[in-house]
T-cell receptor
Framework: EAQVTQNPRYLITVTGKKLTVTCSQN?????MSWYRQDPGLGLRQIYY???????DKGDVPEGYKVSRKEKRNFPLILESPSPNQTSLYFC?????????????FGNGTRLTVT | GENVEQHPSTLSVQEGDSAVIKCTYS??????FPWYKQELGKGPQLIID?????GEKKDQRIAVTLNKTAKHFSLHITETQPEDSAVYFC??????????????FGKGITLSVRP
């Protein structure tokens, strides 16, 4: 089954403790991206990757890092999480250059930072 | 950058009635407008999209209309059913070859269909 898999689904952590949210897709997609969803703010892009070893900032990249060493994986790293990073996070992927290639989302990771 | 406004923020309709959700965008260069449905506990899923060279597109009970002059587009759901209850997001992007076709999303609308 074609899918984007995120882990974990739920995560509670404390301020300053480094964490990684994993994302993997099995559709051989070139493009991957991370979004955060907050009440009243919708979905905002954190980082994106056009292909392996190519990453760039989205609209809200502060406090996050990503890497794209393999085509299928795109982990999101929070080096020193803070309470304002409490949010619902979505990883997404799509085929690279197709005009209306749909963005496929994972089921989300709900992160709470205390 | 692009700004997408979505209204209303909540909408409640009786089963069988129609629902219309409206979005406006700010960047006249935007040329791709998808709609996503998000069910509880899941990620958003594409339900229909439209390109800027098309004024209307239909898929069974769902249709999307685009007015480029006014810079607004709308989602129309006819004969609503309880399973249509979800959060709906509109989005806009400027598609270019080799570029980040970043979607700018509206804030979402919660649609409730009353049985």
């Amino acid at each position: 089954e074609a899918q984007v898999t995120q882990n974990p689904r739920y995560l509670i952590t404390v301020t300053g403790k480094k964490l990684t949210v994993t994302c993997s897709q099995n559709m051989n997609h070139e493009y991957m991206s991370w979004y955060r969803q907050d009440p009243g703010l919708g979905l905002r892009q954190i980082y994106y990757s056009m292909n392996v070893e190519v990453t760039d900032k989205g609209d809200v990249p502060e406090g996050y890092k990503v890497s794209r060493k393999e085509k299928r994986n795109f982990p999101l790293i929070l080096e020193s999480p803070s309470p304002n990073q409490t949010s619902l996070y979505f990883c997404a992927s799509k085929a690279g250059d197709l005009y209306n290639s749909p963005l496929h989302f994972g089921n989300g990771t709900r992160l709470t930072v205390t | 950058g692009e700004n997408v406004e979505q209204h209303p923020s909540t909408l409640s309709v009786q089963e069988g009635d129609s629902a219309v959700i409206k979005c406006t965008y700010s960047d006249s260069a935007s040329n791709y407008f998808p709609w996503y449905k998000q069910e509880l506990g899941k990620g958003p899923q594409l339900i229909i999209d439209i390109r800027s060279n098309v004024g209307e597109k239909k898929d069974q009970r769902i249709a999307v209309t685009l007015n480029k002059t006014a810079k607004h587009f709308s989602l129309h759901i006819t004969e609503t059913q309880p399973e249509d209850s979800a959060v709906y997001f509109c989005a806009a992007s400027i598609w270019e070859t080799g570029a980040n076709s970043k979607l700018t999303f509206g804030k979402g609308i919660t649609l409730s269909v009353r049985p």
